[in-house]
C-alpha cells in the first residue's frame, strides 16, 4: 500500500512539475523556447531570429551566450535586421568586420535577469525614463508607451519590445522589433 502512494505521488507530483515548465514556456517564431535551455540552445530554433544566429555565431558570441549569465538580451527578429540599410548585415558578418559586430550585438546584452516587471519598475521609479548600462559598456533608455516597453538607443532609435519575458537557463529574452546602435 505504501509502494502504491509513493508511486502515486511521484507521478503526481511529475505532472505538476512538467505543467509549471510548460506554462512558462513562450512561442516564439514558431518555436517552443524552453526555460530549462539557455539563450543559445532556444534561439537557433526561432525562425524569426535566423539572422540573430547567425551574427552571433559570426561574431563568436555563441559560448558567452551559453554560459551561466545570467543575461538579459533584447533580441531583433530578423524584419527588425531587414530595417537596416541594404547590405549592412552582409558587411557586418564579414571576418574583417568582427569587431563592430561584436560592438552591435553586445549592446543589446544586459548582465543580469530582467524581466518586464523589473524594467516598468525601474522606468516609474526613474519618472519615466530607465538607464540601462549594457554589456557592451553603452547606455539604453527604457520608456513606456502604453503598456509597451520602448528602448531608445544612444543614435535615437527606437525598439519596441514585441514579446516580453522569454524565461531561459541563463537569463531572459525580450523580442524587439529594431535592432539598437551605439554611437
Known sequence: MKTNFLKIA???????????????????????????KNIVENAVNSKDHTTLVAAVKAAGLVETLQSPGPFTVFAPTNKAFDKLPKGTVETLVKPENKGTLTTVLTYHVVSGKWNATDL????????????????????????MKGKNIILTDEKGGMAKVTIADVNQSNGVIHVIDTVLMPK
Open 10 to 36: 511521484t507521478v503526481i507530483l511529475g505532472f505538476f512539475s512538467f505543467t509549471l515548465v510548460n506554462a512558462q514556456t513562450v512561442m516564439v517564431g514558431g518555436a517552443p523556447m524552453y526555460p530549462t
Open 120 to 143: 516598468a519598475k525601474m522606468i516609474k521609479d526613474g519618472n519615466g525614463w530607465a538607464e540601462i548600462k549594457t554589456v557592451q559598456g553603452g547606455t539604453l533608455k527604457a520608456s
